[in-house]
């Protein structure tokens, strides 16, 4: 769990410096995805796929657990940091967020 706030500015290609610090802490893949009040979450990949088969195995005749499914796996991305520890957003999650 990471805790604290940071803030960060996005460059003009769309793309975000993850601190150092938090970088660390997600090893592996990492999948950008639409929040909950014009957010985003970023997962590492592993508890993607547990939220991910957690989500799946319910029962699809609910209304709500579709258009929960809906909103997280559509607006999905996976994403890499470069070198640098910057990962490109892509433009429909900043439309979402309402990042320019």
């Keep these: ?6 803030r960060e500015a996005v460059n003009k290609n769309g793309q975000i410096l993850i601190p150092g610090k938090v970088l660390s802490g997600l090893a ?28 799946v195995s319910r029962p699809i005749s609910s209304s709500d657990v579709r258009a929960f499914r809906r909103r997280l796996f559509s607006g999905a991305a996976q994403v890499e940091p470069d070198p640098s520890g910057r990962i ?3 433009a429909g999650l900043r439309e979402f967020a309402g990042i320019n």
């Design 28 to 55: 592996g893949d990492l999948v950008l995805t639409r929040g909950f009040e014009r957010n985003l979450i970023l997962f590492p990949g592993d508890k993607w796929r547990s939220i991910a088969e957690q989500l």
């Design 88 to 90: 490109a957003i892509p």
């Design 1 to 6: 769990m990471l805790l604290g706030e940071y």
